[in-house]
């Protein structure tokens, strides 16, 4: 069965460095997610892309978050300077149609530790 | 601003119960309501409801949607210890990319 990959498993890095975190959606999938979820609390939605652009994005996917598609396959999230909260694990997910309509399948996330 | 309330927040059973976890949502232009199991580490798959009153059925596990009264509920019936894990309800919205997630409950399934 296809399935959302994701690397690496697990991140550690120092305070205001750069980190890209990296998806490979299932291949006939359209539309591309990032969530994130702090230990111990919700999982909250980053951003949306389709076509080659973001299509919706939440409070917390400020100007220190970026994402890319870069090839055919890869689905990429950068964190330009990385701050202490921003330690979390990190889900991509990806889907055929829009939430509501299809299914959003999560891979099985990176782990970030920022110190 | 949308929100998910799931409840009870933790429950702990012995295998061979049945029980019932419930999701409220407030989601403007609501479309569909999702329900995932959560392990140890990505979210998998259980049911999407879009219609009220159509039961949703895979196997032990079960699922409805009530639009008028905003809510759903899962039904795990003869639980095993492989259902322990944490439970997440999320809300689609019409026009909307995003799903909001509840916190969760989390299911322990003791011998």
């Known amino acids: ?115 | 601003e949308d929100k998910v309330v799931q409840s009870p927040l933790s429950l702990v059973v012995h295998e061979g119960d049945t029980v019932t976890l419930n999701c409220s949502y407030e989601v403007t232009n609501f479309r569909s309501l999702l329900w995932y199991k959560q392990e140890k580490k990505a979210p998998t798959f259980l049911f999407m409801l879009t219609s009220s009153g159509i039961e949703k059925k895979s196997g032990r596990l079960s699922s409805i949607l009530d639009k008028k009264e905003l809510f759903s509920i899962l039904n795990i019936t003869a639980t095993q210890t492989g259902d322990s894990a944490i439970y997440l309800c999320a809300g689609a919205a019409a026009g909307s990319y995003q799903l909001t997630f509840g916190k969760g409950t989390k299911l322990s399934v003791i011998p």
Request: aromatic fraction near 14%; charge should be negative; charged fraction near 20%.
């Open chain 1, 1 to 115: 069965e296809p399935e959302v990959t994701q690397t690496p498993s697990h991140q550690v890095t120092q305070m205001g460095q750069e980190v890209i975190l990296r998806c490979v959606p299932i291949s006939n999938h359209l539309y591309f997610y990032w969530y994130r979820q702090i230990l111990g609390q919700k999982v909250e939605f980053l951003v949306s892309f389709y076509n080659n652009e973001i299509s919706e994005k939440s409070e917390i996917f400020d100007d220190q978050f970026s994402v890319e598609r870069p090839d055919g396959s890869n689905f990429t999230l950068k964190i330009r300077s990385t701050k202490l909260e921003d330690s979390a694990m990190y889900f991509c997910a990806s889907s055929e149609a829009r939430p509501g309509e299809g299914t959003q399948y999560f891979g099985p996330g990176t782990r970030l530790l920022v110190l």
